[in-house]
């Protein structure tokens, strides 16, 4: 039995898989260990600022690069890597430099949020959003040199600084800043050690050729061109709008409530899949290229999600409520109500998040926005519909999440239809 384990972990897509899963265990615990401090240092309202912080600064990080970082792992020729690579730096500081206008259109996201207690962080939104494009590019760069030891380190510091910052903030300053200070200093560490580690490779990378930039960035145009797109309706819908309607029909409490239990049921989704989309992409990629199937890569990505997902899904169906009461606190009791509701749609995710990278391996990125263009809007407008029958908050979640489980399950059958056909 042993030399059997031995001889699986010694493939090489197992073994990068438990270098990378290891760091975000790690990276994943350590919020976990320290969640019945920051959610008593902090209050539901708290925790509603900071989402919306974060989700108004994701929605332009999600395009800040043009999506051209996700291809940095694609080409053969380094070359090309490189192109993709300062490419994508350039177009992260033209649009870092531009997000500095919303600070001027505060007022009226106050009005959009029917609050205003996220105005006065907007000027740290370009921050947060060259933190976050910023890593992606470094990441991507790094695991095309398979340097998965490194982004296990970074995922790691960022947790334990950002989650102490949180306690640490939480006892000096009250109220939603440490949370923003908190998460900024956790992500600026993280893009440092990325930073570090890229400096080793700093000699071919300053081999700037703007031919080779231009002739990469046409024949990936797809990125920023339909990829792009698609990412930003997927964050659009899936987070931006999501809060947005949360946050003005149903308030920022709930909107708290909601946050903090989908923060704690998505982050073992992130941990498994984090670490094996990044392989999966990868693997699947060179068999493609090698002109090989990839279907048992995803046989393998789907039974190692499978071996998280059962159990997690039990585990919160069955006790929900009673595990957010014990370990955060009775003012978390309907976060843990809300959790139980979302694990059928989670569940799904689990499954077909970390496979998503499947449509760009195969071009068919147009095919996979149009498919997240109408799977989001059924769903969020079963959310706007609920809202204006005025259901309660519970009863249009349950309707919301039975329509992303169906729409999860359905970018699973035609992820293995494109790696069986092709």
Request: proline share 3%.
């Amino acid at each position: 039995m042993i030399k059997r384990i031995k001889n699986i972990f010694s493939k090489p897509f197992y073994r990068n898989f438990m270098v990378l899963f290891s760091g975000n265990a790690v990276s994943q615990l350590i919020p976990f260990v320290l969640a019945p401090f920051v959610a008593r240092l902090y209050s539901p309202e708290d925790f509603a600022v900071q989402t919306n912080f974060l989700v108004l600064a994701g929605l332009f990080a999600v395009i800040a690069t043009g999506r051209y970082e996700l291809a940095i792992i694609l080409p053969k020729e380094e070359k090309k890597g490189v192109a993709l690579f300062n490419l994508s730096v350039i177009i992260m500081i033209a649009v870092t430099l531009l997000s500095f206008v919303l600070y001027f259109f505060k007022e009226q996201i106050s009005v959009l949020y029917k609050t205003d207690k996220l105005s006065g962080y907007i000027i740290y939104v370009p921050i947060a959003i060259a933190g976050l494009a910023g890593y992606n590019i470094l990441y991507n760069w790094l695991v095309r040199q398979k340097e998965f030891k490194n982004i296990s380190l970074s995922k790691i510091s960022q947790s334990l600084f950002g989650n102490i910052a949180y306690v640490v903030f939480g006892y000096l300053i009250a109220g939603v800043v440490g949370l923003i200070i908190g998460w900024m200093i956790g992500q600026l560490i993280s893009l440092f050690i990325l930073l570090y580690k890229t400096y080793n490779y700093r000699q071919g990378l300053m081999k700037f050729n703007a031919a080779e930039m231009k002739s990469t960035a046409r024949e990936y145009k797809n990125f920023p061109m339909i990829n792009s797109l698609h990412a930003f309706t997927d964050f659009f819908a899936g987070q931006f709008l999501l809060i947005g309607i949360i946050t003005r029909e149903y308030g920022m409490i709930t909107l708290g409530l909601f946050s903090l239990s989908y923060r704690y049921l998505i982050a073992p989704i992130q941990l498994v899949a984090g670490a094996v989309s990044q392989v999966y992409y990868r693997d699947a990629t060179e068999r493609i290229n090698n002109e090989q199937k990839a279907i048992p890569v995803f046989q393998q990505t789907i039974k190692i999600c499978l071996l998280f997902a059962v159990p997690m899904t039990l585990i919160i169906t069955l006790w929900g409520e009673q595990l957010f009461t014990l370990y955060l606190g009775p003012q978390w009791t309907e976060a843990g109500k809300y959790a139980r509701i979302l694990m059928p749609a989670l569940f799904f995710n689990f499954l077909a998040s970390p496979l998503s990278a499947t449509p760009l391996i195969f071009k068919k990125q147009r095919n996979a926005f149009l498919i997240t263009l109408v799977g989001y809007t059924v769903c969020l407008g079963s959310l706007i519909v609920s809202s204006w029958i005025s259901l309660s908050f519970e009863y249009a979640l349950g309707i919301y999440t039975c329509l992303m489980a169906a729409y999860y399950l359905f970018l699973l059958f035609w992820y293995r239809h494109l790696l069986i056909k092709n």
